[in-house]
């Protein structure tokens, strides 16, 4: 049994600071990966998380890997014979939406899980390819600063695009401490 050390040496991690809160109201007809990686670019945000999603939508295109999937997997793509895909057309509520937004051959992706329900309770989810908002959608995704964040494919591995570490510069400037002698006079005065 590998020891604690070993298993450690599979684990990339580098600490993030939270950026700013970037809030979505989506409009019916709107593609929801489409609208969350537009509006990144739109604010330069380039590595953010998925903090909360609330709405509905009218269609939703969904994988997951099949009982004989194994890897690597070659095509990932909708409808790619290694994959299921799973196409849900008709009003659903949106349950939970997580994800990421990093960035795949130089632009932006929205990696998105997600859980839906359709009438009757029954719930359905997933790896998110593209969701239609039905009424509205209420999204809401935070920058990561300090860090950026992109995939490469992992073609002898998985297959799939995995994620890659790299420290950024921060985008705003550390918050200075008052000198000393500035809190003793306020605290004098």
């Known amino acids: 049994m590998p020891n604690l050390a070993q298993k450690l040496h599979d684990v990339a991690s580098m600490a993030a600071e ?7 109201s989506l409009a019916p007809g709107t593609s929801l990966t489409d ?22 939508i009218s269609e939703v295109y969904l994988r997951n890997p099949r009982d004989i999937t194994t890897l690597p997997i070659h095509n ?11 196409v849900l057309q008709r009003p659903m509520e949106i349950l939970s939406l997580q994800g990421n937004v990093t960035t795949l051959d130089g632009k932006l992706w929205a990696h998105c899980h997600g859980l839906f329900s359709e009438a009757g309770g029954n719930v359905r989810g997933g790896h998110v390819f593209r969701a ?10 935070q920058e990561l600063t300090g860090i950026h964040i992109d ?39």
């Not at 990932?76 to 799973?86: G, L, M, Q, S, Y």
């Not at 908002?133 to 995704?141: A, D, K, M, N, S």
């Open 18 to 24: 939270p950026g700013r809160i970037i809030a979505l």
């Open 35 to 56: 609208a969350i990686e537009q509006v990144c670019e739109q604010h330069g945000v380039t590595t953010a998380v998925i903090k909360s999603a609330v709405g509905t």
């Open 76 to 86: 990932e793509h909708e409808f790619a014979d290694e994959i299921d895909t799973v």
């Open 132 to 141: 239609t908002i039905w009424t509205q959608g209420e999204i809401f995704i």
């Open 151 to 189: 995939r490469e494919r992992d073609l002898k591995v998985t297959g799939l695009a995995q994620i890659q570490l790299h420290k950024a510069a921060r985008t705003q400037p550390p918050i200075q401490p008052l000198p000393l002698s500035d809190l003793e006079a306020g605290i004098n005065s």
